[in-house]
């Protein structure tokens, strides 16, 4: 990196010429390093508040003049308060300066090592207190964790003395590291995080999809939870490649077991189509601006006031059966079927799977308590069919079927579907025909037939 400054004997001193070259050079770093920068006055006013900010944030936790904002994390389908990322202001008497400028100055110094522990301080404070008021009702805190504070040796002592001072549950914060800064440097980020891991503390990569991660690697480190980026988030709803990304995102994630956020949601297509592919939890504006911890606090005890009694927020599923009145059932009408079932689901946060067997159905429903029984006072009432009987309903712990829509399987022409070549000849095996309404009777049999089907099957809407 090179910076250039150009004067002459007579106006310039040569340590003034030097200064001017080093603002320059830093100025190509900033930049990403690996070029050139003449020197100009504007790079000398940005040199002047860099100086200023430096010298401020030295003294901005003795001065008392950081605080912190939480933005409420919420389950993707219901929309519930689930968790809070703390986010950090700081108000110097000339004006609150954006993070966008100081943070990555804090990072540059060195200053953001004490004043993370500060905001760490925070999280686990409210942790704290949030629990004693809600019990294991209470919100998560996401921290953020910076590359610097990874570095600092004394970080897991600190965070550890912290939390026995406060009384803080060490499972209910989730420290946030974004993927390029543990890519920098795997080996020595995968000791520091063990130990993290070791005090009880789950782990997030933030703005997960805009590094340089080997999968090997991700798959090495203690990690709890992956937060999509909000460049991928922004485009879901207008670029097949977004949705793309964040599909396969989500798919890795399921697959090894983690958690899902999904940063900078600001509509509700976002929102549908993160939920449409099986999104655990979504962060933005659509639900909620970062807010102080009383409006936080205030707006949680809301939403839990307005919650009516023996309202059940978690998920409810339902399993019925019934029969055709059309025999045999042609294709065009099965089609329409589903299709119908698939947009009603993505706009109404219900999952499914629906198989059909010689004129007979058998549906599972999942979703909101309120929706499914909603759902199914208008499949009771469908003339398409007849006989509708409840199999089994109740509270469920997760989803099964991840996705909003409704998996398919029509098993009227053989195991795999009618379109499948490969079908296998059962009649000279056949012994008993069991219906779909015959199986019906069995609920325990009926819920492990059904949701067999959600385990990486073809026929994922």
């Not at 106006?11 to 920068?37: C, F, N, P």
């Not at 003294?59 to 389950?75: C, M, T």
Request: include cysteine; proline fraction near 4%; glycine fraction near 8%.
């Amino acid at each position: 990196s090179i910076g250039v400054a150009i004067g002459n004997g007579s106006t310039h001193a040569s340590d003034d010429l030097l200064r001017s070259a080093d603002t320059a050079m830093y100025a190509v770093k900033e930049k990403g390093r690996d070029g050139w920068q003449f020197f100009n006055e504007s790079l000398q006013e940005k040199a002047r508040l860099r100086l200023s900010i430096t010298n401020g944030l030295r003294n901005a936790v003795e001065r008392n003049e950081l605080s912190v904002r939480f933005q409420p994390i919420v389950a993707a389908d219901s929309g519930r308060i689930m968790g809070a990322e703390l986010l950090l202001r700081w108000h110097p008497p000339e004006g609150e300066i954006s993070p966008a400028i100081f943070i990555p100055i804090a990072e540059m110094t060195g200053s953001i090592v004490p004043i993370g522990t500060w905001v760490f301080r925070q999280a686990c404070r409210a942790e704290a207190q949030w629990r004693q008021r809600w019990g294991e009702q209470a919100p998560y805190l996401s921290v953020n964790l910076s590359a610097r504070q990874l570095d600092a040796a004394t970080l897991v002592d600190e965070f550890a003395a912290i939390m026995a001072e406060s009384g803080a549950d060490p499972k209910r914060l989730l420290l946030e590291i974004t993927e390029t800064a543990l890519m920098a440097d795997v080996e020595t980020n995968l000791r520091v995080l063990r130990r993290l891991a070791d005090l009880g503390l789950r782990v997030a990569v933030d703005d997960f999809g805009t590094g340089y991660s080997s999968l090997a690697q991700l798959t090495r480190l203690p990690v709890d939870v992956l937060k999509i980026d909000r460049a991928f988030v922004d485009g879901i709803d207008k670029s097949p490649e977004s949705r793309t990304v964040i599909r396969a995102v989500i798919g890795l994630g399921r697959a090894l077991g983690l958690k899902l956020v999904a940063e900078g949601v600001e509509n509700a297509a976002q929102r549908r189509e993160l939920c449409a592919l099986g999104c655990d939890f979504i962060q933005g504006y659509y639900f909620h601006r970062p807010l102080t911890e009383q409006d936080f606090i205030d707006t949680l005890a809301r939403e839990q006031k307005e919650m009516l009694p023996g309202d059940q927020v978690g998920l409810y599923f339902a399993i019925y059966v019934s029969q055709s009145v059309q025999q045999p059932l042609p294709s065009q009408t099965l089609d329409a079927i589903v299709q119908q079932a698939r947009t009603a689901n993505l706009a109404n946060g219900i999952t499914g799977c629906l198989i059909v067997q010689d004129g007979c159905f058998m549906q599972m429903l999942e979703g909101e308590r309120t929706a499914v029984l909603a759902l199914m006072d208008k499949i009771r009432a469908d003339p398409r069919h007849s006989g509708v009987r409840i199999v089994i309903e109740g509270a469920a712990k997760r989803r099964v079927f991840a996705e909003w829509g409704m998996v398919l399987r029509d098993l009227t022409q053989g195991v795999l579907g009618r379109s499948d070549p490969g079908d296998i000849d059962f009649a000279p095996w056949q012994q008993h025909h069991i219906s779909l309404l015959d199986l019906g009777q069995d609920a325990r049999t009926s819920y492990a037939y059904i949701t067999g089907y959600a385990g990486g099957q073809p026929g994922f809407n």
